[in-house]
């Protein structure tokens, strides 16, 4: 396999060696552009494939070279988001599915945390509880929304239900772990300083389990993310992206459906990158991990 | 600095011993030992000894054992401020800095915010680290870390001062570095401290008195008393006398079997360098 | 306490030692007994509420109903055929993916041209969820086959290029060194000493991406499915037979259990004497 190098010399340099130098130093750039240069030229290298893509969408959907009624320009699709954004559909939707993930995730936490504290500092509730929770949490948690239905109706009730599921499991499984595996060293330490249960819990179990316990919270945000897309195309009454997305589907408008995708995509990237801030301030100076 | 109150340690008659598949494995068989206020013991001896066994029967982290631990008149019966442990690894707290480290230990004592704070500082400059104050663990080399973890062993100034091998972690010529440091400390606080280690130089050069244990069953084999002046010289002759005596007594791998009459090889090893002397368990 | 304690010390053998072995078989008992307790109860709190009533049949039927639901659709063999639909689909979309997911993965991790090309793009399609696919997938090849290989075969891709990624790039320089300083080819290199080593994490991803393949394909088959087990899942809610969805629904993780299980299992042997260094 060939493997270009990073950044590609002019020609003119490439064939002095069989010339000898060159003739005067304006041929090749001073170093400093030469490096900021060769940084925009990296960077723009992942642009090439979108563009190229965007190009080749467009001129085919405006030559009709496809014969589909599915086939929508990206100017469409622009379009519709516009329109769809001005009459603040797209608020809407987008506020009650945040607004339902939002109380799924806390109420999913806080029931997280406690369970997980309690598996995680007591080990008889642990391997009483433990395997069957385990069990529990490999059944793909989708399969419980028919079930979920019957017993909390179509609405927002048991979306809110299912999203706190969704967010629980992980929440206790890491909370649990994290208690669970505070190493006994420092444990004794803490013994050596008198310390009581309380102190011992809050200033040694807890800062020592907190990165596990924060991986259980960021998988709770996206977990509980992908289940409310999920419970709106199963639970279909009220409003939502994941509603945006069937009903565009169902009504065949493609340009619809697209523009619900590019807003799931870009609210999932915010998720994660809000998630990603707040690990940074959390834990920018001690190394991620007990030890 | 206010002085320190330094006691006096009595180990009497202690036995511990595990059972398993109903056979009892003794891990101390009947140790006794008195410690003087004041004096620096070293406690020496390979794996499985039971040294560092001993060591946290005094510093109270484990109960279980028959006999008597008693710190100035009063039984051991669980851990204290009074008593101070550095253990081999730092075991610093890695989400907080040096000073907050050693600050953790002084979260029960009678002390006020403005005194805990001194006491930090004072401690820090100690062991030498100022400047320091701020970096956290995963920012110190090892020496670093474990000096931080012995300011953090005497800042609520305990009357007894456990070491469980503080620098077997550490390479060579940090470990010197910080046996002189240790011996300094010690010279200047005056506080009783026990150290364990299997570093046949270190014990001699840090102690005024060596035990040395051997294993199965743990137990005292021999009390030597270290009459040297401080500060020593590892080159001294008598300090090397002192080493091939209690290097003797464990033996050598390697070196000819004991003869027919049960007395100790004669011949004298070549001498390895001194920085290198080791118990080669 | 030194008294007592030396004397109770002293005597190694008689009621103490029995009473010892006694109490530590309990213990053992107990613990092996435990982790059933939880169910049993639950089990028992279903059953008695069933009968007493305290529990309408239509939101929750009794565990006797559902195991001879279960029964008879494994007798008739629709359980058997409903599962095999769902199993083959799964085992399509999770090879097809991973072997794409593989094979993009490691031109990812091998040439850093095509990395700077291709990456960017692809970390921006991955921040759409499988599921936000579903819409648009349901309008360009409809309700079908399709629909569930791909759906599947992108679920299962995702994780296995990412880590396939992990793997390459993060092959010890070490290594890569000792191997240059024996006059390995660059193709010598990736295939003794990259690929090796980045088997673990490879293992990790398949076992990921094999767990959001079976999610993905529980999602679509209740969504937009006339076969399957999420389509009995469906089925019965819809003809309020709860019965029917609670057998689908234990079926359903039964085979995740096992599958997992089977997977665990693999990856701790492929991980089994590798240094804690090669872990993500």
Redesign the interface.
């Given at each position: 396999?060939r493997?270009?190098s990073?950044l590609r010399l002019p020609r003119g340099l490439n064939r002095s060696a069989h010339q000898g130098p060159p003739p005067c130093d304006c041929v090749s750039p001073p170093p400093r552009q030469q490096r900021r240069l060769a940084k925009t030229f990296?960077a723009s290298?992942?642009?090439?494939?979108?563009v190229v893509?965007l190009a080749l969408w467009s001129i085919v959907a405006a030559l009709h070279l496809v014969k589909s009624g599915?086939l929508v320009s990206p100017l469409a699709v622009l379009q519709t988001g516009w329109q769809q954004t001005v009459s603040g559909a797209l608020l809407r939707a987008l506020s009650a599915s945040l607004a339902r993930e939002a109380s799924g995730f806390v109420i999913g936490t806080v029931g997280g945390l406690l369970l997980g504290s309690l598996l995680g500092f007591s080990r008889?509730a642990r391997?009483?509880?433990?395997?069957?929770f385990d069990?529990f949490k490999?059944?793909?948690?989708?399969?419980?929304?028919?079930?979920i239905?019957?017993?909390f109706g179509l609405g927002d009730a048991a979306k809110v239900v299912f999203l706190s599921l969704a967010a629980l499991l992980p929440v206790t499984a890491h909370t649990c772990d994290g208690i669970h595996a505070v190493p006994r060293?420092?444990i004794?330490?803490a013994?050596?300083?008198?310390?009581?249960r309380l102190?011992l819990v809050a200033?040694?179990i807890l800062?020592?389990a907190?990165p596990s316990i924060f991986t259980g919270l960021y998988l709770a945000l996206i977990y509980s993310?992908?289940a409310t897309?999920?419970a709106e195309?199963?639970l279909v009454s009220g409003s939502g992206i994941?509603n945006l997305?069937?009903d565009?589907?169902e009504q065949?408008r493609?340009d619809l459906?697209?523009f619900?995708?590019i807003v799931?995509?870009?609210t999932?990237?915010a998720l994660?990158a809000l998630a990603r801030r707040a690990e940074r301030a959390l834990f920018a100076?001690?190394?991620f991990?007990?030890? | 600095m206010n002085a320190v109150v330094s006691e006096a340690l009595d180990i009497r008659h202690v036995r511990k011993r595990y059972l398993q598949h109903g056979t009892t494995l003794d891990v101390l068989d009947d140790v006794s030992l008195s410690v003087r206020p004041g004096e620096f013991i070293s406690v020496l001896g390979a794996s499985g000894c039971g040294k560092s066994t001993l060591l946290r029967l005094i510093a109270g982290l484990d109960t279980d054992y028959s006999g008597d631990i008693l710190v100035a008149g009063e039984p051991v019966r669980d851990t204290s401020l009074q008593r101070g442990i550095v253990f081999q690894d730092h075991r610093l707290f890695p989400w907080l800095t040096a000073s907050q480290n050693i600050l953790a230990a002084l979260r029960n004592a009678p002390l006020s915010a403005k005194q805990k704070r001194d006491a930090v500082a004072e401690h820090i400059a100690l062991v030498g680290l100022k400047g320091f104050e701020n970096a956290y663990p995963n920012q110190l080399s090892g020496g670093m870390a474990q000096r931080v973890a012995i300011a953090r062993g005497l800042v609520n100034r305990p009357r007894v001062l456990l070491l469980d091998e503080p620098f077997g972690a550490l390479d060579a010529l940090t470990r010197g570095r910080l046996q002189n440091e240790l011996q300094r400390i010690w010279q200047q606080e005056r506080i009783t401290m026990i150290l364990v280690t299997h570093d046949v130089d270190e014990a001699i050069y840090l102690g005024d008195r060596v035990v040395t244990m051997a294993p199965r069953p743990g137990r005292i084999k021999r009390i030597v008393d270290v009459a040297l002046p401080r500060p020593r010289d590892r080159g001294d002759a008598r300090f090397i006398r002192l080493r091939d005596e209690i290097v003797a007594e464990f033996g050598e791998p390697g070196t000819s079997p004991r003869d027919s009459g049960g007395n100790l090889p004669h011949t004298a090893p070549a001498h390895p360098p001194i920085t290198e002397w080791r118990l080669a368990w | 306490m030194s008294d007592t304690a030396i004397s109770l010390a002293a005597t190694a053998s008689g009621n103490s030692c029995a009473r010892r072995i006694a109490r530590a078989w309990l213990r053992s008992a107990a613990w092996h007994v435990a982790p059933w307790l939880l169910p049993t109860l639950l089990l028992a709190l279903w059953t008695i509420g069933s009968e007493r009533g305290w529990i309408a049949p239509q939101i929750l039927p009794p565990p006797a109903r559902v195991y001879d639901t279960l029964v008879e659709l494994a007798r008739s063999g629709d359980l058997a055929s409903h599962t095999l639909i769902s199993v083959q689909r799964v085992l399509v979309g999770f090879g097809i993916g991973t072997l794409c997911g593989f094979a993009l993965g490691a031109g990812l991790g091998l040439s850093r041209t095509l990395e700077a090309y291709v990456l960017p793009s692809f970390n921006a399609v991955v921040q759409i969820p499988v599921l936000g696919w579903l819409p648009f997938l349901l309008l360009l090849v409809g309700v079908g086959e399709p629909l569930k290989y791909i759906l599947i075969a992108h679920a299962a891709l995702v994780p296995v290029t990412l880590s396939t990624l992990q793997g390459f790039r993060q092959a010890p320089a070490t290594l890569d060194e000792v191997a240059r300083g024996y006059g390995y080819s660059r193709w010598q290199r990736i295939v003794h000493v990259v690929l090796p080593a980045a088997v673990p994490t490879l293992a990790t991803g398949v076992r990921l991406a094999f767990t959001k393949a079976w999610l993905a394909l529980v999602v679509v088959e209740l969504v937009a499915s006339s076969e399957g087990l999420g389509y009995l899942i469906v089925n019965g809610r819809q003809l309020f037979q709860l019965d029917l969805v609670m057998a689908a629904v234990v079926v359903v993780g039964a085979i995740g259990f096992v599958v997992n299980h089977l997977l665990d299992s693999l990856e701790a042997r492929l991980r089994r004497g590798r240094p804690s260094a090669f872990r993500e």
């Amino acid at each position: 396999m060939r493997f270009l190098s990073t950044l590609r010399l002019p020609r003119g340099l490439n064939r002095s060696a069989h010339q000898g130098p060159p003739p005067c130093d304006c041929v090749s750039p001073p170093p400093r552009q030469q490096r900021r240069l060769a940084k925009t030229f990296v960077a723009s290298r992942g642009l090439l494939l979108p563009v190229v893509a965007l190009a080749l969408w467009s001129i085919v959907a405006a030559l009709h070279l496809v014969k589909s009624g599915l086939l929508v320009s990206p100017l469409a699709v622009l379009q519709t988001g516009w329109q769809q954004t001005v009459s603040g559909a797209l608020l809407r939707a987008l506020s009650a599915s945040l607004a339902r993930e939002a109380s799924g995730f806390v109420i999913g936490t806080v029931g997280g945390l406690l369970l997980g504290s309690l598996l995680g500092f007591s080990r008889i509730a642990r391997r009483m509880v433990g395997p069957s929770f385990d069990t529990f949490k490999q059944i793909s948690l989708f399969a419980w929304i028919p079930l979920i239905s019957v017993w909390f109706g179509l609405g927002d009730a048991a979306k809110v239900v299912f999203l706190s599921l969704a967010a629980l499991l992980p929440v206790t499984a890491h909370t649990c772990d994290g208690i669970h595996a505070v190493p006994r060293s420092y444990i004794e330490v803490a013994r050596a300083f008198r310390y009581s249960r309380l102190q011992l819990v809050a200033h040694v179990i807890l800062p020592a389990a907190l990165p596990s316990i924060f991986t259980g919270l960021y998988l709770a945000l996206i977990y509980s993310w992908l289940a409310t897309l999920g419970a709106e195309y199963l639970l279909v009454s009220g409003s939502g992206i994941g509603n945006l997305l069937i009903d565009g589907s169902e009504q065949f408008r493609m340009d619809l459906v697209l523009f619900g995708i590019i807003v799931v995509g870009l609210t999932g990237w915010a998720l994660n990158a809000l998630a990603r801030r707040a690990e940074r301030a959390l834990f920018a100076r001690r190394p991620f991990g007990a030890s | 600095m206010n002085a320190v109150v330094s006691e006096a340690l009595d180990i009497r008659h202690v036995r511990k011993r595990y059972l398993q598949h109903g056979t009892t494995l003794d891990v101390l068989d009947d140790v006794s030992l008195s410690v003087r206020p004041g004096e620096f013991i070293s406690v020496l001896g390979a794996s499985g000894c039971g040294k560092s066994t001993l060591l946290r029967l005094i510093a109270g982290l484990d109960t279980d054992y028959s006999g008597d631990i008693l710190v100035a008149g009063e039984p051991v019966r669980d851990t204290s401020l009074q008593r101070g442990i550095v253990f081999q690894d730092h075991r610093l707290f890695p989400w907080l800095t040096a000073s907050q480290n050693i600050l953790a230990a002084l979260r029960n004592a009678p002390l006020s915010a403005k005194q805990k704070r001194d006491a930090v500082a004072e401690h820090i400059a100690l062991v030498g680290l100022k400047g320091f104050e701020n970096a956290y663990p995963n920012q110190l080399s090892g020496g670093m870390a474990q000096r931080v973890a012995i300011a953090r062993g005497l800042v609520n100034r305990p009357r007894v001062l456990l070491l469980d091998e503080p620098f077997g972690a550490l390479d060579a010529l940090t470990r010197g570095r910080l046996q002189n440091e240790l011996q300094r400390i010690w010279q200047q606080e005056r506080i009783t401290m026990i150290l364990v280690t299997h570093d046949v130089d270190e014990a001699i050069y840090l102690g005024d008195r060596v035990v040395t244990m051997a294993p199965r069953p743990g137990r005292i084999k021999r009390i030597v008393d270290v009459a040297l002046p401080r500060p020593r010289d590892r080159g001294d002759a008598r300090f090397i006398r002192l080493r091939d005596e209690i290097v003797a007594e464990f033996g050598e791998p390697g070196t000819s079997p004991r003869d027919s009459g049960g007395n100790l090889p004669h011949t004298a090893p070549a001498h390895p360098p001194i920085t290198e002397w080791r118990l080669a368990w | 306490m030194s008294d007592t304690a030396i004397s109770l010390a002293a005597t190694a053998s008689g009621n103490s030692c029995a009473r010892r072995i006694a109490r530590a078989w309990l213990r053992s008992a107990a613990w092996h007994v435990a982790p059933w307790l939880l169910p049993t109860l639950l089990l028992a709190l279903w059953t008695i509420g069933s009968e007493r009533g305290w529990i309408a049949p239509q939101i929750l039927p009794p565990p006797a109903r559902v195991y001879d639901t279960l029964v008879e659709l494994a007798r008739s063999g629709d359980l058997a055929s409903h599962t095999l639909i769902s199993v083959q689909r799964v085992l399509v979309g999770f090879g097809i993916g991973t072997l794409c997911g593989f094979a993009l993965g490691a031109g990812l991790g091998l040439s850093r041209t095509l990395e700077a090309y291709v990456l960017p793009s692809f970390n921006a399609v991955v921040q759409i969820p499988v599921l936000g696919w579903l819409p648009f997938l349901l309008l360009l090849v409809g309700v079908g086959e399709p629909l569930k290989y791909i759906l599947i075969a992108h679920a299962a891709l995702v994780p296995v290029t990412l880590s396939t990624l992990q793997g390459f790039r993060q092959a010890p320089a070490t290594l890569d060194e000792v191997a240059r300083g024996y006059g390995y080819s660059r193709w010598q290199r990736i295939v003794h000493v990259v690929l090796p080593a980045a088997v673990p994490t490879l293992a990790t991803g398949v076992r990921l991406a094999f767990t959001k393949a079976w999610l993905a394909l529980v999602v679509v088959e209740l969504v937009a499915s006339s076969e399957g087990l999420g389509y009995l899942i469906v089925n019965g809610r819809q003809l309020f037979q709860l019965d029917l969805v609670m057998a689908a629904v234990v079926v359903v993780g039964a085979i995740g259990f096992v599958v997992n299980h089977l997977l665990d299992s693999l990856e701790a042997r492929l991980r089994r004497g590798r240094p804690s260094a090669f872990r993500e």
